[in-house]
């Protein structure tokens, strides 16, 4: 395999941007870059953008209303009438939009990224920084990235030499999260077959149904791609070869139809279901505010459970949650239920096994104490990826390898305060992802073309502490997720501030505290 380095001019290269992957947070990452002037290169392993809407479970369509998954200059088109699009119709909005910017001469398809290395200052000297790249002027930087990139076509690996990196291939792909057994005890043992949701997702549709045809089938995990895989196993081969769902832990989940017409969620899309909610940063005034609405809040979380207990029988089938659903809300786990779910479990397509271990036999799974056991043909783990593994790995520096495995978070979500010159957009989750990146594109975009600058590298390190206490107040065991879903709004008039935008954006008094913000909100600074 040939490896050289790809030269660029210096009046290029000192504006271009390396940009790895080409889903969602990518292609607003390029967009954003683009209209700003700068030169994005996109680096796509894949053949085609989209991200983990590339290729998904056949089932598979939006969790959210796409009226809140959205680019907030490029709407759905008419012709979209679902409110929960499924899987193609988001694919072929990517591309719209893609095609519609002039993104797509920008990426280099079927190019992966292997490592990342920094040529800049020592690392002592980079420690003393008080500033943020040790400058605020990001148009004379102290360093540049070495972009290791291999040609899967070629077999040619190239290194781009660029002044600013954007991290945007995801939480959700590359790096299969597979649970570590005893000895003797794992996949090894079971004579079935065992793979990851992932593999199953890949898997050209007709070919995965005739995989787990008449068989009994476990899945591991409860979150959507869990979900929808159970439901594809139930369709298939109904009562007569259950479907085991696995799972730790209880969730609230919530329905595609719309109670009244209205989804769920809706409650926690407005500026008001923020003023219950302790922010990082707050004021006094503020806080004393939030204590005094803790009352409704709690008002809100049990009649939305209450409802959700009501219209699925969870207490049947022993399914109610332990935790509050404002705390699913603010973790962002919290999963939408399949059409039909809970009449498959009572009609035996499904069953449900909580437990907080398992590992394998010859014919199956044991279950916690290993006295209870599950013969199985197939074993699906939808057990997540190990995507701050993924993160970390992709840095040649020991040094940022570390900064990276012990953040507790980022500034604004997108910025180390230890690693110059590179963001990181798509790792923090809301109740639109979409609409997150975008806004932190926005951002970046803003922050490179020089619109205003960073606080020092102390101030940004308190306020990602402040985020933390935050997570952990409201998240508990979940708040290594990086999740803003609770305060979506508060967080994009962080940004707002930032970028000198005005942050309400609503016509009058009661539409600012009661009308949900929407991506279509921020198309105009």
């Given at each position: 395999?040939?490896?050289?380095?790809?030269?660029?001019?210096?009046?290029?290269?000192?504006?271009?941007?390396?940009?790895?992957?080409?889903g969602?947070?990518?292609?607003?990452a390029?967009?954003y870059?683009?209209?700003?002037?700068?030169?994005?290169?996109v680096?796509?392993?894949?053949?085609?953008?989209?991200?983990?809407?590339?290729?998904?479970?056949?089932?598979?369509?939006?969790?959210?209303?796409?009226?809140?998954?959205?680019?907030?200059?490029?709407?759905w088109?008419?012709s979209?009438?679902?409110?929960?699009?499924?899987?193609?119709?988001?694919?072929?909005?990517?591309?719209?939009?893609?095609?519609?910017?002039?993104?797509?001469?920008?990426?280099?398809?079927?190019?992966?990224?292997v490592?990342?290395?920094?040529?800049?200052?020592?690392?002592?000297?980079?420690?003393?920084?008080?500033l943020?790249?040790?400058?605020?002027?990001?148009?004379?930087?102290?360093?540049?990235?070495?972009?290791?990139?291999?040609?899967?076509?070629?077999?040619?690996?190239?290194?781009?030499?660029?002044?600013?990196?954007?991290l945007?291939?995801?939480?959700?792909?590359?790096?299969?999260?597979?649970?570590?057994?005893?000895?003797?005890?794992?996949?090894?043992?079971?004579?079935?077959?065992?793979?990851?949701?992932?593999?199953?997702?890949?898997?050209?549709?007709?070919?995965?149904?005739?995989?787990?045809?008449?068989?009994?089938?476990?899945?591991?995990?409860?979150?959507?791609?869990?979900?929808?895989?159970?439901?594809?196993?139930?369709?298939?081969?109904?009562?007569?070869?259950?479907?085991?769902?696995?799972?730790?832990?209880?969730?609230?989940?919530?329905?595609?139809?719309?109670?009244?017409?209205?989804?769920l969620?809706?409650?926690?899309?407005?500026?008001?279901?923020?003023?219950?909610?302790?922010?990082?940063?707050?004021?006094?005034?503020?806080?004393?505010?939030?204590?005094?609405?803790?009352?409704?809040?709690?008002?809100i979380?049990?009649?939305?459970?209450?409802?959700?207990?009501?219209?699925f029988?969870?207490?049947?089938?022993?399914?109610?949650?332990?935790?509050?659903?404002?705390k699913?809300?603010?973790?962002?786990?919290?999963?939408?239920?399949?059409?039909?779910?809970?009449?498959?479990?009572?009609?035996?397509?499904?069953?449900?096994?909580?437990?907080?271990?398992?590992?394998?036999?010859?014919?199956?799974?044991?279950?916690?104490?290993?006295?209870?056991?599950?013969?199985?043909?197939?074993?699906?783990?939808?057990?997540?990826?190990?995507?701050?593994?993924?993160?970390?790995?992709?840095?040649?520096?020991?040094?940022?390898?570390s900064?990276?495995?012990?953040?507790?978070?980022?500034?604004?979500?997108?910025?180390?305060?230890r690693?110059?010159?590179?963001?990181?957009?798509?790792?923090?989750?809301?109740?639109?992802?979409?609409?997150?990146?975008?806004?932190?594109?926005?951002?970046?975009?803003?922050?490179?073309?020089?619109?205003?600058?960073?606080?020092?590298?102390?101030?940004?390190?308190?306020?990602?502490?402040?985020?933390?206490?935050?997570?952990?107040?409201?998240?508990?065991?979940?708040?290594?997720?990086?999740?803003?879903?609770?305060?979506?709004?508060?967080?994009?008039d962080?940004?707002?501030?930032?970028?000198?935008?005005?942050?309400?954006?609503k016509?009058?008094?009661?539409?600012?505290?009661?009308?949900?913000?929407?991506?279509?909100?921020?198309i105009?600074?």
């Amino acid at each position: 395999m040939l490896t050289k380095l790809k030269h660029s001019k210096s009046s290029i290269m000192e504006r271009q941007v390396a940009i790895i992957g080409a889903g969602i947070s990518g292609l607003a990452a390029c967009r954003y870059c683009k209209a700003k002037g700068l030169n994005p290169i996109v680096f796509e392993s894949e053949s085609s953008v989209g991200g983990v809407w590339r290729k998904t479970i056949r089932t598979t369509k939006l969790q959210t209303p796409k009226h809140f998954y959205q680019f907030s200059d490029f709407p759905w088109p008419a012709s979209v009438t679902e409110d929960f699009p499924a899987q193609s119709q988001v694919f072929e909005y990517l591309q719209s939009y893609a095609s519609h910017f002039d993104l797509l001469r920008h990426i280099r398809f079927r190019s992966q990224v292997v490592s990342i290395r920094y040529d800049g200052p020592p690392d002592a000297e980079m420690q003393a920084w008080s500033l943020w790249g040790g400058t605020n002027d990001h148009s004379n930087t102290k360093g540049k990235w070495h972009v290791t990139v291999k040609d899967q076509q070629a077999l040619l690996t190239e290194v781009y030499q660029v002044s600013f990196v954007i991290l945007c291939f995801g939480k959700f792909s590359n790096l299969p999260n597979i649970p570590e057994f005893p000895n003797d005890k794992g996949p090894e043992v079971f004579h079935g077959k065992v793979i990851h949701s992932a593999e199953y997702a890949s898997m050209d549709h007709t070919a995965a149904a005739n995989l787990i045809r008449d068989k009994k089938v476990a899945v591991v995990g409860f979150q959507k791609s869990a979900l929808d895989i159970a439901m594809e196993c139930s369709s298939v081969n109904g009562p007569e070869h259950p479907c085991t769902v696995v799972y730790r832990t209880k969730h609230w989940g919530i329905p595609y139809f719309l109670p009244f017409g209205i989804p769920l969620l809706y409650p926690y899309l407005n500026r008001f279901s923020e003023l219950m909610v302790h922010k990082p940063g707050e004021s006094l005034a503020l806080s004393l505010l939030v204590s005094i609405l803790t009352p409704l809040r709690w008002g809100i979380s049990k009649y939305i459970e209450r409802y959700m207990t009501s219209k699925f029988g969870l207490a049947k089938f022993d399914m109610v949650p332990e935790h509050s659903f404002l705390k699913e809300i603010n973790s962002c786990s919290i999963a939408i239920l399949p059409e039909d779910f809970y009449n498959r479990v009572e009609k035996g397509g499904i069953k449900l096994k909580m437990s907080q271990a398992f590992c394998f036999s010859e014919k199956g799974i044991l279950f916690d104490d290993e006295v209870e056991s599950e013969d199985v043909d197939m074993v699906i783990l939808a057990t997540g990826f190990k995507y701050f593994e993924k993160l970390k790995d992709i840095f040649v520096s020991p040094t940022f390898q570390s900064h990276i495995a012990n953040a507790s978070g980022l500034y604004r979500n997108c910025l180390h305060p230890r690693v110059p010159q590179l963001a990181v957009i798509g790792f923090s989750e809301s109740i639109s992802n979409l609409h997150t990146s975008e806004m932190s594109c926005r951002w970046l975009a803003e922050l490179l073309d020089g619109t205003f600058s960073l606080p020092s590298i102390k101030e940004m390190e308190d306020d990602v502490k402040e985020w933390d206490k935050y997570m952990k107040k409201y998240c508990g065991s979940y708040s290594t997720k990086w999740c803003i879903g609770g305060l979506k709004i508060w967080y994009n008039d962080q940004l707002c501030k930032d970028m000198g935008w005005i942050s309400k954006r609503k016509g009058g008094f009661f539409a600012e505290l009661f009308e949900p913000y929407s991506p279509l909100d921020y198309i105009r600074p």
